[in-house]
């Protein structure tokens, strides 16, 4: 089977492992399962993933960990090559994916810079790029929105990582990429191709590094509004968590369209899952 796996609220909750899933993705691959994990936080690189869930125990390469900002990469080198220059408004783990594919990337610091400077727009400032790219952007300033709003009115394609309105982070929620890609996009009046969940972007772009389809995949995720939708997004089946942000009211309450192919409350369950479902 293909297993595309989130991350967080599946394989650990912050800073703590789920108790005995790692084990159960180490023991699908052994048996010959793929196993790719997926995410829709787009600030970190490929790297950034891999001492954790190794630490973890979790079967892992450096290709088998593909985020919004990895996945977004990988579409515009295979979908949009006439994109060359691109305006990046996010963390540095986005701008190292989109150099990885050959693209020239200009940070939304060195805009804003000359922005400021040279009393030029975004556009300019930017060297006419092809496209704009939002993500989550920790250092955001009023105008890094400004250029990349610039770019985007001047006709620079507009891609966003995806529209996660939040980040819970430790310290509470905080604004995620969707608030960032909402502010440019009521500043043009454009609206942005999304990769990331709950659209069916970043599975394909996932399923497409071991050589499958999405829609072959089960899907491992605890968000009923991301990784459930973009299973079905995909045509493929779906293992819902209890372990992360929904509670089985919420499960409950869920179409019958919408119900998860299986649910799972913890490791031995999700194992459980995946054997009936490898079972046909």
């Known amino acids: 089977?293909?297993?595309?796996?989130?991350?967080?609220?599946?394989?650990?909750?912050?800073?703590?492992?789920?108790?005995?899933?790692?084990?159960?993705?180490?023991?699908?691959?052994?048996?010959?399962?793929?196993?790719?994990?997926?995410?829709?936080?787009?600030?970190?690189?490929?790297?950034?993933?891999?001492?954790?869930?190794?630490?973890?125990?979790?079967?892992?390469?450096?290709?088998?960990?593909?985020?919004?900002g990895r996945a977004t990469a990988?579409?515009?080198?295979?979908?949009?090559?006439?994109?060359?220059?691109?305006?990046v408004i996010g963390a540095g783990g986005l701008e190292r994916e989109l150099r990885d594919v050959g693209l020239e990337v200009i940070n939304g610091a060195q805009a804003a810079g000359r922005m400021s400077q040279e009393g030029i727009d975004g556009w300019e400032a930017a060297g006419h790029p092809d496209a704009v790219v939002v993500g989550l952007d920790p250092q955001v300033t009023y105008l890094r929105i400004a250029a990349a709003a610039d770019a985007v009115r001047a006709g620079a394609r507009f891609i966003a990582t995806n529209r996660d309105p939040v980040l819970p982070t430790e310290r509470g929620v905080r604004p995620g990429a969707g608030s960032l890609v909402a502010a440019v996009e009521t500043a043009t009046g454009v609206a942005p191709l999304v990769i990331g969940k709950p659209g069916p972007h970043l599975l394909e772009e996932a399923a497409s590094v071991v050589g499958r389809r999405a829609h072959e995949a089960v899907v491992i995720g605890d968000g009923l509004t991301t990784d459930l939708a973009a299973a079905r997004a995909t045509g493929a089946r779906s293992v819902l968590m209890l372990t992360g942000v929904t509670e089985r009211a919420q499960l409950e309450a869920l179409p019958v369209d919408e119900q998860p192919t299986a649910v799972a409350e913890d490791a031995a369950q999700l194992a459980e899952a995946l054997e009936r479902l490898a079972q046909g």
């Open 1 to 68: 089977m293909l297993l595309l796996v989130d991350l967080d609220g599946v394989v650990y909750r912050g800073a703590q492992p789920v108790p005995g899933v790692a084990d159960v993705l180490a023991a699908r691959a052994a048996s010959g399962d793929d196993v790719v994990y997926v995410t829709n936080n787009s600030m970190h690189y490929r790297t950034d993933y891999l001492r954790r869930l190794t630490d973890l125990g979790a079967p892992v390469s450096q290709e088998r960990v593909v985020s919004s």
């Open 74 to 87: 990988l579409y515009i080198a295979e979908h949009e090559p006439q994109i060359r220059r691109v305006l």
